[in-house]
């Protein structure tokens, strides 16, 4: 079994940041691309940024880029999603995400985290 773990959510200012850290365990490919989602109650889930395994590639959905960096760290099996300038609108449960890069990239990738929550008051 794959499994992600999220971390790093919780409460914080508009204009503040957070880092989301998220662990992969098990085996999600020799080299899996991973990134980071979200989703609002009531909204479809939405990408927010994926990166490759050599971290070199990254994506952003474009209201997020400038604000949002992705990162990796692989051999800590980890990925980070540093949020900057945080608005309320921000506020959803982070999901990560791990598995090929074409499926990351087509918002269908095969292994998804539990989720962190991320709350952003005015």
């Known amino acids: 079994q794959v499994q992600l773990v999220e971390s790093g959510g919780g409460l914080v200012q508009a204009g503040g940041s957070l880092r989301l850290s998220c662990v992969a365990s098990g085996s999600t490919g020799s080299r899996p691309a991973m990134g980071w989602f979200r989703q609002a109650p009531g909204k479809e889930r939405e990408f927010v940024a994926a990166?490759?395994?050599?971290?070199?590639?990254?994506y952003y959905a474009d209201s997020l880029k400038g604000r949002f960096t992705i990162s990796r760290d692989n051999a800590k099996n980890t990925v980070y999603l540093q949020m900057n300038s945080l608005k309320p609108e921000d506020t959803a449960v982070y999901y990560c995400?791990?598995?090929?890069?074409?499926?990351?990239?087509?918002?269908?990738?095969?292994?998804w985290g539990q989720g962190t929550q991320v709350t952003v008051s005015s």
């Open positions: 990166i490759s395994w050599s971290g070199i590639s990254t």
């Open positions: 995400a791990a598995g090929p890069h074409n499926l990351i990239i087509a918002q269908k990738p095969t292994y």
